[in-house]
């Protein structure tokens, strides 16, 4: 489709295992950025990336969380050693250069058992 | 992380009735915006607002830019169940990155 897909839609794993998440924005979009949504609460900022800037890595929670866009398209955010707390829903979003309007994905449900 | 502050935090509504909410930052920013996130999906832009006192409408929902370049406010009008969602606001200053607000959940009851 022509919109930003995340996959997988949903995650459970263990307590202190590694969790890949996949983002492939719209084609021809610069921009991407990752955010977290934890139940109930508002969008919390993890990362931006614009081009072939230095993505704005000042939203990550702690060192266990990382993030790479490759070839500028598509998007993986790691968390290592997931803890309880992680359990949120991870969303994507791309959009035209810098420009304001974000296209999201649907999400990633992620549970940390 | 930084996020901007959104009130009332939810409501709780009847259909038809007319609804308020507003957004406020510490900071000034070029560009508000207001976000609509339908149940299990990512948010979709609903306005777009560039200029100090702007007001700007869709359909039923209204949007103005603060004169203070710190504030937002949305209206929807004659409220309809499929209005339900949580509503965000965000703000960009020059080509920063978009910050949101914590959101309102909005609740329409027939």
């Known amino acids: 489709g022509a919109g930003v897909s995340q996959s997988p839609s949903n995650k459970v794993t263990e307590k202190g295992k590694d969790v890949e998440l996949r983002c492939d924005p719209i084609s021809g979009h610069t921009a991407l950025y990752w955010y977290r949504q934890s139940l109930g609460q508002g969008l919390e900022f993890l990362i931006y990336?614009?081009?072939?800037?230095?993505?704005?890595k000042s939203g990550l929670p702690s060192d266990r969380f990382s993030a790479e866009r490759t070839g500028g398209s598509v998007s993986t955010l790691t968390i290592q050693r997931t803890q309880q707390e992680d359990s949120a829903v991870y969303l994507c979003?791309?959009?035209?250069?810098?420009?304001?309007?974000?296209?999201f994905g649907s999400g990633t449900q992620l549970s940390v058992l | 992380g930084q996020q901007l502050n959104q009130s009332p935090q939810s409501m709780f509504i009847q259909e038809g009735e007319d609804v308020s909410m507003n957004c406020t930052s510490s900071?000034?920013?070029?560009?508000w915006l207001w976000y609509k996130q339908d149940p299990g999906e990512g948010p979709v832009l609903l306005i777009a607002l560039y200029k100090a006192g702007e007001l700007t409408s869709n359909g039923r929902l209204t949007a103005q830019f603060g004169i203070t370049r710190k504030d937002s406010f949305l209206n929807i009008s004659a409220s309809i169940p499929s209005d339900v969602g949580i509503y965000f606001c965000?703000?960009?200053?020059?080509?920063?990155?978009?910050?949101f607000g914590t959101g309102t959940r909005l609740q329409v009851f027939p």
């Open positions: 965000a703000g960009q200053l020059y080509t920063d990155k978009l910050i």
């Open positions: 979003a791309s959009s035209w250069d810098s420009n304001e309007k974000l296209f």
């Open positions: 990336f614009q081009g072939n800037s230095a993505p704005d």
């Open positions: 900071s000034i920013f070029n560009t």
